[in-house]
């Protein structure tokens, strides 16, 4: 447990057990503290990650010491990992899934798993993690957008595979360092490769293809590296340096085909890619006029292309305030997991069922058919699902190839009469719309709403302000530790999007359980008036399935600034943790099954 996790909760006031503040503290808890202002709402996953990144590095002064739990390892486990790199140790991951952890802490063993005080951990992510960090991945000066920037042939990369990379700079010559992100002493990153120096260039504009937006790029490649056992799984930084300081990100995940780790933590880049406002287009809006009283824009992209920069995020997009906060919160506590991005679970969702928890944890809107279908048959088998972010699978979108390769456009013409493939012939004697591109999956052809599977919809969102989780089942396992009581307020956690359970929808989960059930203003939508934390339990094969009902969760595991009056984190932590622990143990209905309470909220 870090620093502030020790000492309690310095920065909120708990309400006593009827509901009024201990200490006359209301006013101080419900204060809006975390307020997010953007002009609109495409623009919140440009600004925010800007700004949480800044917090990020603003409260590197309130980090931690090394958690408790992991101080008792002896020496050897060092040993190991200096002279492995952690690389064959982070292919394998941790038990398999019929396996039990092992109770064993023996250092000897890289791939051993055990119970500890936040879930699975596994002696690979502890080695890794006292391997030397640095804070060298951050950004520094200032930097304008074209300074440098640059793409990937891969999103995503597995051991032996080649990835080029695509560099445009204003700089005569630059280099690339990769950083494998975690905790790493609490510096965040380690340095596992450097690339000779570059010459620079600045790259062609990139063309857009009429008809559907489309802003993709042909630059020629600026160097190539391999991926070998020295890149451990995990989230990678590269970072382009170019030699009159411009810096700039290309994100890259190596994930392990062979893994069996208790815990899939997902990065939504398909999302991430559709907000990408690269060339002026993504999937909601356009450079040139849209349509007067028309959204989305009328001249906004139809297919967004992977081969492209990120314009948002120094090049990283929303990953360092709504993904990297739990890939640090994990690899500090040492938890047993491995790496995906969502073209993994399209691409190879039969391997999900080597896991117990698939973890989307930030903004995960867009969603493929085969994403979806991959999903629901491992929850059926009794993987635990965690969906931190708010809207997840709100929008059903495909994936076809671009010139570098398998699924690199997304595609969604949001009205699925206009998609090409509507009704398109099959064989002569029928057609098949399951592949067609709807605005949100509950309209027709699918007509399979997330709220069958998440437990609750998406409501709508509010960029201007954030709102308290107010807690409403205190006695639930989730609140364990916390000392929270009904009617307790943790401040800054609702924010953006929001999710709520809706009574009136069709095929609702059973037993749905409210955990949180939180007053939001939701802009457009004065009649919807709560944002609701839940909980189920699958019948048959006991799969547990959370949401959050926010897009803030995963920030508000970020230490605040010292100025901040009233800070989630050390609850959010401990929610998390308790979270993590019981999903990581398998089907979390078997000891946890949800207490169905949706009633006393909705009648």
């Known amino acids: 447990m870090d620093r502030e996790d020790r000492s309690g909760p310095r920065h909120l006031a708990n309400p006593s057990a009827n509901g009024k503040p201990v200490n006359g503290a209301a006013s101080g808890l419900e204060s809006n503290t975390y307020a997010r202002t953007v002009r609109h709402r495409p623009a919140i996953f440009i600004i925010v990650p800007v700004i949480l990144a800044a917090i990020l590095l603003a409260a590197g002064a309130l980090e931690f010491l090394p958690l408790p739990s992991h101080t008792s390892r002896t020496s050897r486990a060092s040993q190991l990992a200096n002279r492995s790199g952690g690389g064959r140790a982070g292919r394998k991951g941790g038990s ?38 640095t804070t060298a991945w951050n950004i520094t000066g200032n930097q304008t957008p ?52 570059v010459q620079g260039a600045v790259q062609p504009s990139c063309p857009l293809t009429p008809g559907i937006n489309m802003v993709q790029c042909n630059w020629p490649p600026s160097l190539s590296f391999q991926v070998t056992r020295s890149w451990p799984q995990g989230q990678y930084l590269l970072k382009l340096v170019g030699s009159g300081g411009q810096q700039s990100y290309v ?32 999937l ?43 890939t640090r919160f994990a690899e500090q506590r040492g938890l047993d997991v491995t790496y995906w ?3 993994t679970l399209a691409e190879h969702g039969n391997l999900l069922a080597n896991h117990k928890v698939l973890i989307s944890p930030g903004h995960d809107e867009e969603w493929s058919l085969h994403m979806r279908q991959a999903t629901v048959a491992a929850a059926s088998k009794g993987v635990n699902l965690i969906f931190f ?28 009469s206009r998609d090409p493939l509507y009704n398109m012939a099959v064989d002569a004697s029928c057609v098949s719309n399951s592949r067609v591109t709807q605005n949100w999956w509950g309209q027709a052809p699918a007509c399979q709403p997330a709220s069958s599977l998440v437990g609750a919809r998406y409501i709508g969102y509010n960029n201007y302000t954030s709102f308290p989780l107010v807690v409403s089942d205190a006695s639930s396992w989730f609140f364990a530790g916390t000392g929270l009581v009904n009617g307790a307020k943790v401040p800054g956690v609702l924010s953006t999007d929001f999710q ?3 009574p009136s929808r069709t095929g609702n989960p059973p037993g749905l359980q409210i955990l949180a059930h939180s007053p939001v203003s939701v802009e457009f939508h004065p009649n919807r008036k709560y944002a609701d934390t839940t909980y189920y339990t699958m019948p048959t094969s006991h799969a547990g399935v959370f949401q959050s009902g926010t897009n803030a969760w995963i920030t508000s595991l970020i230490g605040c600034p010292p ?40 009648g």
């Not at 984190?569 to 089907?587: A, D, E, H, V, W």
Request: positive net charge; aromatic residues 12%; glycine residues 10%.
């Open 96 to 133: 398999t899934r019929n396996d039990k952890p092992s109770q064993s802490s023996s250092g000897d063993d890289q791939n051993a798993t055990f119970t500890g005080q936040n879930g699975v951990e596994s002696n690979w992510v502890i080695q890794q993690n006292r391997l030397p960090g």
């Open 146 to 197: 074209n300074g440098i920037m640059g793409y990937a042939n891969h999103v995503q990369a597995k051991l032996g595979q080649t990835v080029t990379l695509y560099v445009s700079t204003q700089a005569s010559s630059f280099y690339v360092d990769a950083f494998r992100m975690g905790y790493y002493q609490g510096k965040g990153g380690r340095l596992v490769w450097k690339s000779h120096v």
């Open 251 to 282: 994100p890259l995940t190596i994930w392990d085909p062979d893994s069996h780790a208790a815990y899939v933590i997902m990065s939504g880049v398909i999302t991430q890619q559709v907000f990408n406002p690269f060339g002026g287009y993504d």
């Open 284 to 326: 909601y809006q356009g450079a040139t006029p849209c349509a007067p009283s028309h959204y989305p824009c009328s001249s906004r992209s139809r297919v967004v292309s992977f081969d492209r920069p990120y314009a948002y995020g120094n090049g990283a997009a929303s990953y360092l305030s709504l993904v990297y906060p739990l």
């Open 341 to 343: 991005t969502d073209l």
């Open 389 to 416: 972010g708010a809207s997840p699978i709100l929008r059903k979108v495909r994936l076809q190839p671009s010139p570098l390769g398998t699924d690199m456009q997304v595609v969604n013409y949001r009205n699925p």
């Open 500 to 502: 709520a359970y809706d």
């Open 563 to 602: 100025s901040t009056p009233y800070c989630p984190r050390y609850y959010i932590r401990i929610m998390t943790g308790n979270l993590l622990k019981l999903f990581g143990q398998g089907p979390a209905g078997l000891t946890q099954p949800s207490v169905s309470n949706w009633r006393q909220f909705y």
